[in-house]
């Protein structure tokens, strides 16, 4: 019996060859001829050069007019490419509502596939969804009807917003949409020719009430970004993890503001470059929320660049302006409140909302100053000297917990209101530093156990003292050589001496990637018995895992495995079991720690990880002693599985 190892191989990306552009976000934007983009609710396929948006385009009436298209090649020069699907298409939808409009291109049949949203023009009890195909990605469209999916039981499935993702090394695709009154998120594989579902896969949040999806994949991550059910209203988005379509998926986690900085989303691209992959939030402000009568085609687009801090984390910041290279693939936010970091006088550490995370109630500590946007901070709303202080990568205030006046009260983020524990003076001391009084308690922004108190000690209120810990250095984020910046200890006033003269030597520390090895010999397992069976005992081939990133964040080795198969039977995943291990290489900024003993499966476990720390990196090497447990009446013969190893 065998037991092989299959390790993925990543593939390069292609290049798009166009000029970095600018574009405003919160506005409508232009087309070529000068007309606003009629592209609600859409989604974007990249096919040759162009990228192609298609979306909602309706009548003054509300309802479905045309799906329109546009093509551009630097994702600001958008060329009107027509209405691709009409009222005209078919009797079913001369009177209608279809609702985000996306497409596929289907290699094997060489067909573009558009999945919509199909409701009846006088109610909105249909909840359908919908199907037209053409031979060019522009069109024109044929209608091939609307329906509602089945589960493997036969049981149809309401399906309301939604959009697609395609597995392009796998040859598959998929279709997400909202079911049970939008109760439930449901996830379909489709058929090969992607013109119908095949079976429903996953309804991994049943009856969280999440709509408009958007499904991409980074790395070796999917994200799932949704947002609540509000009608027009925006809501706090929300997005979840996993490794694969079929789960486990994590818990929804918040990202962004309370609003999606007053926006809904409707799609994620990928923009693949030269240099990387970049990740456009693509989003919604309904003019729904404003406009009377409610005209669709009022409406705004919010487009921001999407950050990951880790490989399974993602924040979604506000700026005005994004820059976008599609030949690079780089993307980067600017404008607005200038940005700051708020440092300890004595530790010399930032003022950070731990972990990265959005959600509501997360604390504030000081942590090493990395320039993370979870430790730079924007001061708005000035009213009498008291700012409201917004995190950049959440878009969420520095808050007192539960409006609290108690010394030791908890600083958080917090959705930003108007409550006066959210609004916060800074008082300039004689040194030049500053202590920030919160307005409702008239109490000083402190470090819970002092000055002195290590990194991720939590930030507080105190009766202001004159205490070390109650002073905070606030400089300019932007420019890291700014003289107020705290980590330049060089004071610019201070003169040369006579007959000196100073030359400044620079170099740089370049970042590299995180990496595994192994050979792809396999693990050969020794033999038993029939109606003996027992325990069929090895060892892994070691992996070696190189760590140079030089950055912040651990990483997690982990393995699945399939059943052991043979000619008249299989052996269940379920019965491997392992032992890890796993060394450090000296001088490594990081210590790896072995996973759990314990069963495999087909759900998989942990061979290794290394933690998340203020410097981490190194070179490990993790196996693992595996053992199979065959029943003792298993059929005679050879099998095989395969365990497939995840780094990230």
């Not at 085609?297 to 660049?305: C, F, G, Q, T």
């Not at 070696?544 to 000619?567: E, H, I």
Request: proline share 6%; glycine share 10%; hydrophobic share 35%.
């Amino acid at each position: 019996m065998g037991l092989s190892l299959l390790l993925p191989v990543l593939g390069g990306a292609p290049a798009a060859l166009a000029a970095p552009v600018t574009a405003e976000s919160g506005t409508q934007f232009p087309d070529a001829t000068g007309q606003g983009v009629q592209a609600h609710g859409g989604g974007v396929l990249k096919a040759g050069d162009y990228y192609y948006w298609f979306g909602e385009d309706r009548g003054e009436d509300n309802k479905f007019r045309y799906v329109s298209a546009y093509r551009s090649k630097d994702l600001k020069s958008w060329e009107p490419r027509g209405h691709v699907l009409t009222q005209e298409a078919d009797p079913e939808i001369r009177s209608a509502v279809i609702e985000r409009p996306k497409v596929l291109y289907n290699e094997k049949t060489g067909q573009f596939v558009m999945w919509m949203h199909k409701e009846a023009d006088d109610s909105y009890a249909e909840a359908r969804a919908a199907v037209a195909v053409s031979s060019t990605v522009d069109g024109p469209y044929e209608w091939k009807g609307s329906f509602r999916p089945k589960d493997a039981s036969g049981t149809e499935h309401m399906s309301r917003d939604i959009t697609v993702y395609e597995d392009k090394a796998a040859g598959k695709a998929y279709m997400i949409s909202a079911a049970n009154h939008n109760a439930d998120l449901h996830i379909y594989e489709l058929t090969d020719d992607y013109t119908q579902v095949k079976g429903l896969v996953a309804n991994p949040w049943p009856g969280q009430h999440r709509e408009s999806p958007a499904l991409f994949k980074r790395g070796e991550v999917y994200f799932m970004l949704t947002s609540g059910t509000s009608y027009w209203d925006p809501n706090q988005q929300k997005y979840a993890t996993a490794t694969s379509l079929a789960g486990p998926w994590s818990a929804m986690k918040d990202v962004g503001n309370h609003d999606g900085h007053h926006s809904q989303t409707a799609f994620v691209l990928p923009v693949e470059g030269t240099e990387t992959t970049s990740f456009l939030y693509m989003g919604d402000r309904w003019a729904g929320v404003w406009s009377d009568p409610k005209r669709v085609n009022d409406s705004k687009y919010v487009w921001l660049p999407l950050e990951f801090p880790t490989a399974t984390t993602m924040t979604l910041p506000w700026y005005p302006q994004v820059a976008i290279d599609t030949e690079t693939g780089r993307m980067s936010g600017s404008g607005g409140d200038p940005l700051h970091t708020i440092t300890g006088k004595q530790s010399g550490a930032c003022a950070t909302v731990a972990g990265s995370l959005s959600d509501n109630q997360v604390p504030v500590t000081q942590e090493k100053c990395t320039g993370g946007l979870n430790s730079r901070w924007r001061f708005t709303d000035n009213n009498n000297g008291y700012v409201r202080v917004l995190a950049q990568h959440s878009g969420k205030c520095l808050d007192v917990a539960d409006r609290s006046t108690a010394d030791g009260a908890e600083v958080r983020q917090y959705d930003c209101g108007w409550g006066d524990n959210q609004r916060w003076r800074f008082e300039t001391l004689s040194d030049g530093y500053v202590r920030i009084v919160a307005q409702h308690s008239s109490k000083c922004l402190d470090v819970q156990g002092g000055s002195d108190a290590a990194a991720g000690a939590r930030i507080v209120q105190s009766q202001c003292d004159g205490s070390a810990g109650q002073a905070w250095k606030v400089a300019a984020a932007a420019d890291p050589t700014d003289p107020t910046d705290p980590t330049d200890p060089t004071d610019p006033t201070d003169p040369p001496a006579p007959g000196t003269a100073d030359q400044r030597l620079t170099t740089s520390v370049s970042a590299g990637v995180l990496t595994m090895s192994t050979t792809a010999e396999p693990v050969r397992l020794p033999p038993v018995d029939f109606g003996a069976g027992g325990t069929s005992a090895g060892r892994l081939n070691t992996v070696a895992v190189k760590d140079f990133r030089g950055g912040k964040s651990g990483w997690s080795l982990t393995g699945r495995v399939t059943d052991f198969t043979g000619p008249r039977g299989k052996i269940d995943a379920g019965r491997l079991t392992w032992t890890p291990t796993c060394t450090t290489k000296p001088d490594s900024p990081s210590s790896c720690t072995a996973g759990s003993p314990g069963a495999v499966g087909k759900d998989g476990a942990t061979l290794a990880h290394a933690p998340d720390g203020d410097l981490t990196g190194g070179e490990f090497t993790a196996d693992a002693a595996v053992s199979l447990d065959i029943p003792k009446y298993t059929p005679v013969g050879d099998y095989a599985g395969t365990l497939t190893l995840t780094l990230l």
